[in-house]
């Protein structure tokens, strides 16, 4: 999923951890790492929460590069 890849490389860009972002949002670490290994998606509020505590827009963590969106084309 192209929201947890953008989330692995928005936390790695501004040096916050699995631990950290769970802080910030107060949600369980567990949480933020079924997030990021993509075994769960976060719910569109939660990506709002994800995105201020990141500092980006949200657009960032969901928008697919081209690659991606050529795979699901066919």
């Known amino acids: 999923c192209q929201a947890a890849m ?15 972002l769970a802080e910030m949002l107060g ?5 933020i790492s079924r997030w990021v290994t993509n075994t769960s998606q976060p719910t569109l509020e939660s990506l709002i929460e994800i995105a201020k505590a990141l500092k980006c ?7 697919m590069d081209d690659s991606t969106i050529l795979k699901n084309q066919d």
């Open 27 to 31: 949600k369980d670490t567990a949480t």
């Open 57 to 63: 827009d949200i657009g960032d963590l969901v928008r």
């Open 6 to 20: 953008n989330l692995k490389i928005g936390m790695a860009e501004r040096m916050v951890s699995n631990k950290d």
